[in-house]
């Protein structure tokens, strides 16, 4: 009896490990976004939502959770490495004028946001992976 219990318990433990890791089957898990200092105070300028709005404001992953302001008109470049997906914009106080750029259309916020993979997609046939995404936020406010 003591070894038909070992072997159930091992049996559990190695149906656990791999329930954890999972299959891709497309179905994402967002972590949350890396809260960090902006990049550039100079370009970013205060995070605080009384924050001085500039004509240019350029952000990067390390600006994720923070805010920024842009004059109406001004334009937001966003500079992420390769592997994020493409940015997308909420509102209407942002137009898009390229793939990583954004122009202040009119006064209010919006928020830019993009993810990318935690863990490498799987290459092959049966091949695991874990589908989580890092997400990347950064609110702007237009002036």
């Not at 205060?46 to 600006?63: G, I, L, Y």
């Not at 009119?106 to 695991?128: F, H, N, Q």
Request: proline share 5%; with cysteine.
């Amino acid at each position: 009896m003591p070894k038909t219990v070992l072997s159930l318990v091992a049996v559990g433990a190695a149906a656990l490990l791999v329930a954890g890791c999972g299959s891709d089957t497309g179905g994402a898990h967002t972590l949350p976004a890396k809260a960090q200092s902006p990049s550039s105070a100079a370009s970013t300028g205060p995070t605080a939502s009384a924050c001085a709005a500039s004509a240019e404001v350029t952000v990067t992953a390390a600006d994720s959770g923070h805010e920024v302001c842009v004059k109406t008109g001004g334009r937001v470049t966003v500079q992420l490495a390769a592997g994020w997906a493409p940015v997308t914009a909420s509102g209407t106080a942002l137009a898009k004028a390229s793939g990583t750029e954004f122009n202040g259309a009119k006064a209010g916020r919006a928020e830019l946001t993009s993810s990318e993979r935690v863990c490498p997609k799987p290459t092959g046939k049966g091949m695991m992976g874990c589908g989580a995404l890092r997400g990347w936020k950064v609110t702007v406010v237009v002036r």
